[in-house]
């Protein structure tokens, strides 16, 4: 029997248990009380299997919606799941969630069809095997670039701090989103810090010898089998360096050989899809969930409201 939790009565010692076992960084307890506090949940047979609640209410509505900063949540399980088992969870989802856009894992497959669930793109390296193997294996360009990387007398340094990763992007890329505001920059801050303390994340970046001027920086989040490439920060000289290939092979290359897997977090993107397809990876498919049960009014105020977002 599947129940509803709300946040005050999940047992977090539990919960963590049965995450530990998926490996998946964005489902720990703590991770989800930085990015949507008061998180609820769904459990089953005293945790074996759990699903994470991210609830918001918007004119008098409760909604579903993916937090910012976590790619997949969905149903974990301490044991092998089934698209049955799957679907159970999300047929449990509270009544009073009238509207949902959340994002599964990829092991929420799949395979009949059923109605609200597409499909998006994350791209992983299996780390198990010798460095030479895996660069052997990188596409033509990729290699290219790294050879370029090389010869631009690049280096890696440990100093970084989450404040210096956010402020590389908004001061460069982010110049020309309107995406996130200060709070989720904020919270991004936030997470990197207690995820470093927590011996959760590491942090990355790349200057030119001699110049201390950062070309790029990252934060990659670490459970015991999966490296998360997070959030980065690249300015543009950075980018005529190719410091970000750089960084990416650097962090392979120190873990090479371990049964870890590296998580380029995505992407639907084409063009960074294939940057990150060019190390080697395979692309794996995790499904999104959407339903719509408000009324016609509901719906109307819902297009709008979404138009202003």
């Known amino acids: 029997m599947i129940q509803y939790l709300t946040h005050n009565q999940i047992d ?10 998926c490996g998946n960084i964005y489902a720990y307890s703590w991770y989800l009380d930085m990015v949507h506090p008061h998180w609820e949940a769904l459990i089953e ?42 679907e159970s969870f999300l047929k449990a989802i509270p009544s009073k969630y009238r509207f949902a856009e959340i994002r599964l894992n990829e092991s929420n497959t799949f395979d ?5 669930i597409e499909y998006h793109r ?11 193997s895996i660069r052997a294996n990188y596409h033509q360009n990729t290699k290219r670039n790294l050879a370029k990387a090389e010869s631009n007398n690049l280096q890696l340094v440990t100093t970084v701090i989450p404040y210096h990763v956010v402020a590389l992007f908004t001061d460069n890329r982010g110049a020309l989103l309107d995406k996130w505001g200060d709070a989720e920059y904020a919270r991004l801050t936030a997470l990197g810090k207690v995820a470093v303390q927590r ?62 897997t590296f998580d380029f977090e995505g992407s639907d993107d084409e063009n960074l899809a294939r940057f990150y397809l060019g190390f ?6 995790y499904p999104s969930y959407t339903f719509n049960r408000l009324s016609p009014v509901g719906k109307a105020v819902l297009k709008v409201w979404k138009g202003r977002k």
């Open 199 to 260: 011996n959760s994340a590491f942090i990355l970046g790349v200057t030119e010898k001699g110049v201390g001027l950062l070309l790029c920086a990252a934060i990659f989040m670490k459970t015991a089998n999966r490296i998360t490439f997070l959030f980065s920060g690249l300015r543009q000289e950075g980018k005529d360096r190719q410091a970000m290939t750089y960084l990416l092979d650097q962090v392979i290359q120190q873990n090479a050989g371990q049964p870890i």
């Open 280 to 285: 080697g990876g395979n692309e794996v498919k």
């Open 122 to 132: 994350n791209v992983l390296l299996d780390l198990n095997q010798d460095y030479e």
């Open 45 to 86: 047979d005293d945790y074996q299997a759990v699903m994470p609640i991210t609830g918001g209410k918007k004119f008098g509505v409760n909604y579903l919606y993916q937090p910012y900063f976590v790619q997949q949540l969905g149903v974990f399980s301490k044991h092998p799941l089934t698209q049955e088992k799957t």
């Open 112 to 116: 009949k069809e059923v109605q609200g």
């Open 12 to 21: 977090k010692k539990k919960w963590d248990a049965t995450i530990t076992e």
